[in-house]
């Protein structure tokens, strides 16, 4: 089994920044594929970004290119999103996902993911 708990979520205005951390348990975590996902009320949950277990690579959705970074800590078990330059429609609940089943490839759908943690609230006001 596989818990994780992300913190960091918000209140914050346009154009500010803020960085999510997904805290995962269990030794096999630096083998998972690690992604963020997001839900708006009334949306279906979408990808925002994904890295592989080393790291090395790394993709993300259109909408977040060149203003989001995710990143991982495989000593401390927890990945990161930082998240720059946030406008309203950024405005979500954010969730973390482990891939359990070993790959190198980019995963970013959410049938990839088995383990999904309980979300964390990020709210941009204009």
């Known amino acids: 089994q596989v818990q994780l708990v992300e913190s960091g979520g918000g209140l914050v205005q346009a154009g500010d920044s803020l960085r999510l951390s997904c805290a995962a348990s269990?030794?096999?975590?630096?083998?998972?594929?690690m992604g963020w996902f997001r839900q708006a009320p009334g949306k279906e949950r979408e990808f925002v970004a994904t890295i592989t277990w080393s790291g090395t690579r790394t993709t993300y959705a259109d909408s977040v290119k060149g203003r989001f970074i995710i990143s991982r800590d495989n000593s401390k078990n927890t990945v990161y999103l930082q998240m720059n330059s946030l406008s309203p429609e950024d405005t979500a609940q954010y969730y973390c996902?482990?891939?359990?089943?070993?790959?190198?490839?980019?995963?970013?759908?959410?049938?990839?993911?088995?383990?999904w943690g309980q979300g964390t609230q990020v709210t941009v006001s204009s």
């Open positions: 269990g030794r096999a975590f630096s083998l998972y594929n």
């Open positions: 996902s482990a891939r359990s089943k070993f790959t190198t490839e980019i995963m970013a759908r959410t049938s990839d993911y088995d383990y």
